[in-house]
């Protein structure tokens, strides 16, 4: 077979003949090998079906889920979403915080507080009682209520910010990664919380240092008359640090000191908030000492 001959030759000498020929068998074995090759590929070629399926619950998904990926790694499987956001609130039924006990104790009960304030208002000069129990006591509980009163809005309003929020995602997410997704949001939520709350008590305290305010019980500033002339008018007021131990409330806030013989882990210090978060509440978890610091208060057994 010669396929390169040339018609318009009537004799061809015998060398061109040879390579037409050669040429001939290796055209035909190329192209022999070209089909080969398109054959080959045609068959390795994937061909895409669209199957759709309505489905009503997540555990046809879970059934379809199954049946796409383990029969063939080619299979795909989309689930698009008819609404691509959806707020916590409506799959998260329940999230309901808990607080220390002591925020729902009588220490922080307005009967106690009551019986705290009369003892106040009964000390004959109370700036001269800033460092025992009865000239603070007042102000340290109504500090420790107000923390707790603080400390239930901010949970309240971050847990509503929280269920109001939305998860947007245009497909189906997999049973076992959506529910390990929520755990991971509601994690990173109850991080946020004292975080958050920290910060902002953080700035309250820089700002309290930082302009020198003066405590309305004295206890970080003690206010005196320049003169001791009292008619003199306008009167001179002078102020002056207040000192517990050897720390100066004028550089620091924290100053404290710590009345173990009355009431174990009660701090006094140079603010009521500072003082507080010095102090522990160790008392109220011991009858004995509870019994011991009403009757110090009272004078009566309880």
Known sequence: MNLFSNPNKAVEDEHNIRVQILSTRIYIILLGLTLVILNFYSSLR????????DISSADDYVKLT??????????????????????HSSYIHQLEPSFHDICSSDAISNEWLNI??????????????????????FAHYQALKMMCDLIKEAVDAARTLFMSSTVITSQMIYPDQF?????????????NIPNNFLHVLELVRGFNQAN????????????????ADVNVEPAIISFEPLYYGECNCATT???????????????VGCVPLESL????VECHYNLSCIQSLYSYVTGECL
């Open 253 to 267: 806030a924290t100053c404290h000191q710590l009345l173990e013989s009355s009431v174990p882990g009660y701090a």
């Open 212 to 227: 020198g305010l003066i405590s309305v019980y004295s206890t970080n500033w003690h206010m005196f008359p320049v003169s």
């Open 116 to 137: 705290l304030f009369e003892i106040y208002l009964n000390l004959d000069y109370p700036p001269s009682y800033i460092h025992t129990f009865e000239g603070t006591a």
């Open 179 to 191: 529910e390990k997704d929520t755990k991971a949001a509601i994690e990173q939520f109850q991080r």
């Open 66 to 87: 199954k049946k796409y990926t383990s029969h063939s790694s080619t299979s795909k499987l989309e689930c698009p979403c008819k609404i691509v956001s959806i707020a």
């Open 277 to 280: 978060q010095q102090s522990t």
């Open 46 to 53: 994937y061909t895409t079906n669209i199957t759709t399926i």
